[in-house]
């Protein structure tokens, strides 16, 4: 397919035209780029949020009925009552995907090698969050440049700003459909904040 054949290209450098220096840059980087999707503009769905955010929500991608909100339908929704229940204000959030539109079945590995990774990258630098969790075991990718398997609070590679260590867990679906995973959620969650206070 199309975009199987442009996942498998040669990295692209999607800041060639120069960085985002804002996240209002960067929403309309996130939207016009022609390059960072290849179906096109139709269908990519914004982050929202504001800057300096308690904790950045990351997610692989948009959910399929989104337009407008990102997380608008019953993903967000259990994502609202995990915002409660960890005593996060909603306005005190980022919501954020690695990939701009919803993509079923996604090569992460491959988009995130084609310079999406780096994207990502400069998304959380620009948010400055003070907590990041990763929902959706297809993040992997999009971290593995940057981060290795220590336990420190903030990684820095190849002259990159320092990124906020990711809880990574399963994904949203996953977490709606199975109880078993939402209880090893929590309980990971409550020793990952132990760490932190």
């Known amino acids: 397919s199309e975009v199987a054949a442009n996942a498998a290209a040669a990295p692209i450098d999607f800041f060639a035209q120069g960085k985002p220096e804002t996240l209002e840059e960067f929403r309309e980087f996130w939207l016009t780029a022609p390059d960072l999707d290849p179906i ?3 269908g990519r769905v914004p982050p929202r949020g504001a800057q300096s955010a308690d904790l950045m929500v990351l997610v692989v991608d948009p959910e399929q009925r989104d337009t407008d ?3 608008s339908g019953p993903q967000g929704r259990l994502l609202k009552s995990i915002l409660d229940a960890t005593g996060v204000s909603t306005d005190r959030a980022y919501v954020a ?3 701009p539109r919803h993509t079923p079945m996604a090569d992460s590995a491959a988009l995130a090698g084609r310079g999406l990774g780096a994207v990502l990258h400069h998304h959380i630098s620009l948010v400055a969050p003070k907590q990041l969790i990763a929902f959706g075991s297809g993040l992997a990718p999009f971290f593995d440049a940057y981060l290795n398997q220590s336990t420190t609070d903030s990684r820095q590679v190849q002259g990159l700003a320092p990124l906020p260590a990711p809880f990574m867990c399963e994904g949203l679906d996953g977490l709606m459909n199975m ?3 939402k ?3 929590w309980r990971r969650w409550m020793e990952w904040t132990a760490t932190k206070d």
């Open 40 to 42: 096109g503009l139709t």
């Open 69 to 71: 909100a990102l997380l």
């Open 97 to 99: 995907s690695a990939l």
């Open 179 to 181: 109880p078993s995973l």
């Open 183 to 185: 209880a090893r959620f």
